[in-house]
């Protein structure tokens, strides 16, 4: 990775979601790696996990697992239990 620079959210059903990255440098370019991510908005109305991609000068992009909290990705439903006597 040539520069720091920022992570595309794609998919998932939300919005808003934003984050950013800093490399680690070598005297190698092919080398350089990311070292770190940082979340700037987590976005909001994700329904599903969207595919984060880094945004650079390079032939070939990362791609990240996003592991998400919450209720997304399940399915959303509510169980009644009767207690005592159903008339």
Do not use: C, K
């Not at 520069?3 to 998932?12: D, E, K, R, V």
């Not at 490399?23 to 770190?36: E, F, G, H, K, P």
């Amino acid at each position: 990775y040539n520069s720091n620079s920022f992570l595309i959210f794609t998919g998932g059903g939300g919005a808003g979601a934003n984050a950013s990255y800093t490399r680690n440098v070598s005297s190698n370019a092919l080398q350089n790696t990311i070292s770190t991510v940082t979340l700037v908005s987590p976005g909001a109305n994700y329904t599903t996990t969207p595919v984060v991609t880094a945004v650079g000068s390079n032939s070939i992009a990362a791609t990240f697992v996003v592991t998400m909290g919450g209720r997304a990705n399940r399915v959303q439903f509510e169980t009644l239990v009767a207690l005592n006597n159903v008339a």
